[in-house]
């Protein structure tokens, strides 16, 4: 598709399970983002891609989150022995991202809404 | 580090009069900003950018912001606002040039448009 993707949609997950989301980025795009975003809340930045290389990764909560390009393109996401706060939902975004250039703009996909029970 | 503030929580205009979200931003370099509107059961979308060039950029819907240097600020307006307005509005910066792509998004600005 020409968006970006994510799945899935939707998950529950016991508390102490690992869940892993995945990111099919806009075919192109160099850069990469997860964000989390809390109940009424605005998206947390967790971490950033440069292609397959994680140039950013201060974003993420704990050692339990772990996120993953091995080829520059789809991105995972993993939580190991969730947690009741990690509860939210996972934002992916892409973008051209090459500075200097004008279509620096994010497009998200419509996230992954994690519920750990 | 970069940073944005969205100092109002909430926004409640009367539909038809002129509608003002606010952002103030701060950066070590030059900025990128941008608007994103979030409705409700869908994803981010993206409103409007400053990149460079003119101080008031146009956007969709209408929308249309502009660029402050010397305030540090990029505030949201529209002439008349609709009550498909009603949304939550997320300002946003990243920085050029210098390679750091990351984008940084306030907290967020609940509008309502009132019928």
């Known amino acids: 598709g020409a968006g970006v993707s994510q799945s899935p949609r939707y998950k529950v997950a016991k508390r102490g399970q690992d869940v892993a989301l995945r990111c099919d980025p806009i075919s192109g795009h160099v850069s990469l983002f997860w964000y989390q975003q809390a109940l009424g809340q605005g998206p947390e930045f967790l971490t950033y891609f440069q292609n397959e290389a994680q140039l950013d990764k201060s974003g993420l909560p704990s050692d339990r989150f772990f996120a993953e390009r091995p080829e520059g393109s789809v991105s995972t996401l993993k939580i190991q022995r969730t947690q009741q706060e990690d509860s939210a939902v996972y934002l992916c975004?892409?973008?051209?991202?090459?500075?200097?250039?004008?279509?620096?703009?994010?497009?998200f996909g419509q996230g992954t809404r994690l519920t750990v029970v | 580090a970069q940073s944005v503030a969205q100092p109002e929580d909430q926004v409640n205009v009367a539909e038809g009069n002129p509608l003002t979200v606010k952002c103030t931003y701060s950066?070590?370099?030059?900025?990128?900003l941008f608007w994103y509107v979030q409705y409700p059961n869908r994803g981010l979308q993206f409103l409007l950018k400053y990149i460079t060039g003119d101080n008031l950029v146009k956007g969709s819907y209408g929308f249309e912001a502009e660029f402050n240097k010397s305030q540090t600020s990029f505030h949201l307006k529209k002439p008349s606002a609709l009550v498909s307005d009603s949304a939550l509005y997320f300002c946003a910066v990243s920085i050029w040039p210098g390679g750091d792509d990351k984008i940084i998004f306030g907290k967020g600005t609940r509008l309502h448009i009132l019928p």
């Open positions: 950066v070590s370099g030059n900025p990128y």
């Open positions: 975004a892409s973008s051209l991202g090459v500075s200097g250039l004008v279509n620096t703009e994010a497009f």
